[in-house]
């Protein structure tokens, strides 16, 4: 059974940083497609930033040059390294996978969200 465990959100003041941390198990880490989404309240859910197998990522332009997302296979584990935030970074976190099955389709799962709140 796959599962997303999500950590290290919190209240933070405008500038400061936090780092997101998800954990996956049950599936072969390496193989998934990783990403980081965000709902901020009575808004939809939205993507922040994504990784490939390879490496390469990707980021909403609202976070370019502030938010970095990484990969490390070896503990199952992306990061999202967010700094210099501000209010409009105030939202629910959520870990996201793709993760490729056998038969040649891809299924997504999500982790249960972690609060980032920041105060100006």
């Known amino acids: 059974q796959v599962q997303l465990v999500e950590s290290g959100g919190g209240l933070v003041q405008a500038g400061s940083s936090l780092r997101l941390s998800c954990t996956v198990s049950?599936?072969?880490?390496?193989?998934?497609?990783m990403g980081w989404y965000r709902q901020a309240p009575e808004q939809p859910r939205v993507v922040v930033a994504t990784i490939s197998t390879g490496g390469t990522a990707t980021y909403v332009d609202s976070v370019k040059g502030r938010f970095t997302i990484t990969r490390d296979n070896a503990k199952n584990t992306v990061y999202l390294q967010m700094d210099n935030l501000n209010s409009d970074d105030t939202a629910i976190y959520y870990c996201?996978?793709?993760?490729?099955?056998?038969?040649?389709?891809?299924?997504?799962?999500w982790g249960q969200g972690t609060q980032v709140t920041v105060s100006s």
């Open positions: 049950g599936s072969t880490f390496s193989r998934n497609t």
């Open positions: 996201h996978a793709k993760i490729p099955s056998a038969m040649g389709l891809e299924f997504t799962y």
